[in-house]
């Protein structure tokens, strides 16, 4: 009996482990549909018009589970707001709302977590999350200026960053935007091969 139990114990487990990476691959896959549907839209592209002519969706990493890591929210209340620097003159202010811990191949690694000050201001959104980083794809597969992830403040100490999601500053595909430049304390010594890669435009 106790096998029995055993076997049907383990047949349960693998049955969810399953149920949860099909429902991971379709939340990633839905949303990068929505981002190809998104630039291909002339009502919401980031493109040229040119670019936009010829655009065919963006092109993404193999989705990857293992890019998709559980983090220990450190907050870190007594920060002061910054100008962060950006690809034109101009510098929205910031302020570092905490860290995200993270163990990835047996190291740790930790990304700063950031929030621009006007969106507590009417219409603005408190709970978002801006998470600029680099990491050893850049100029070889991704932007050479690194990419973006969002995030939701947690009610909790345990955040998710799911590098699969992860996005290009919108002046990779047009010059009229500005972006903000990821920090150095937000570089990641590895190859993160997820997300989308580097545009080239026409």
């Given at each position: 009996?106790?096998?029995?139990?055993?076997?049907?114990?383990?047949?349960?487990?693998?049955?969810?482990?399953?149920?949860?990476?099909?429902?991971?691959?379709?939340?990633?896959?839905?949303?990068q549909?929505?981002?190809?549907?998104?630039?291909?839209?002339?009502k919401?592209?980031?493109?040229?018009?040119?670019?936009?002519?010829?655009?065919?969706?963006l092109?993404?990493?193999p989705?990857?589970?293992?890019?998709?890591?559980?983090?220990?929210?450190v907050?870190?209340?007594?920060?002061?707001?910054?100008?962060?620097?950006?690809?034109?003159?101009?510098?929205?202010?910031?302020?570092?709302?905490?860290?995200?811990?993270f163990?990835?191949?047996?190291?740790?690694?930790t990304?700063?977590?950031?929030?621009?000050?006007?969106?507590?201001?009417?219409?603005?959104d408190?709970?978002?999350?801006?998470?600029?980083f680099?990491?050893?794809?850049?100029?070889?597969?991704?932007?050479?200026?690194?990419?973006?992830?969002?995030?939701?403040?947690?009610?909790?100490?345990?955040?998710?960053?799911?590098?699969?999601?992860?996005?290009?500053?919108?002046?990779?595909?047009?010059?009229?935007?500005?972006c903000?430049?990821?920090?150095?304390?937000?570089?990641?010594?590895?190859?993160?091969e997820?997300?989308?890669?580097?545009?080239?435009?026409?």
């Amino acid at each position: 009996m106790k096998r029995i139990a055993f076997i049907i114990c383990i047949t349960l487990s693998l049955a969810l482990k399953s149920q949860t990476d099909v429902q991971f691959y379709s939340e990633i896959e839905a949303y990068q549909a929505e981002q190809n549907e998104k630039f291909s839209d002339p009502k919401t592209s980031l493109l040229t018009a040119r670019d936009l002519e010829h655009f065919d969706g963006l092109d993404f990493y193999p989705i990857d589970k293992n890019f998709r890591v559980e983090a220990t929210l450190v907050r870190t209340p007594d920060e002061i707001p910054f100008p962060m620097p950006t690809t034109t003159s101009w510098s929205p202010e910031y302020i570092k709302y905490g860290e995200a811990r993270f163990i990835f191949n047996d190291r740790e690694y930790t990304l700063s977590l950031f929030q621009q000050t006007d969106q507590y201001l009417e219409g603005g959104d408190p709970g978002y999350l801006f998470v600029p980083f680099t990491d050893l794809t850049n100029g070889n597969g991704t932007y050479s200026g690194g990419r973006y992830l969002d995030s939701r403040v947690p009610e909790s100490t345990t955040i998710i960053l799911d590098f699969n999601k992860a996005y290009n500053p919108y002046c990779v595909y047009n010059p009229l935007y500005t972006c903000p430049i990821p920090p150095a304390e937000n570089h990641l010594d590895i190859l993160v091969e997820a997300g989308v890669k580097d545009f080239k435009g026409s």
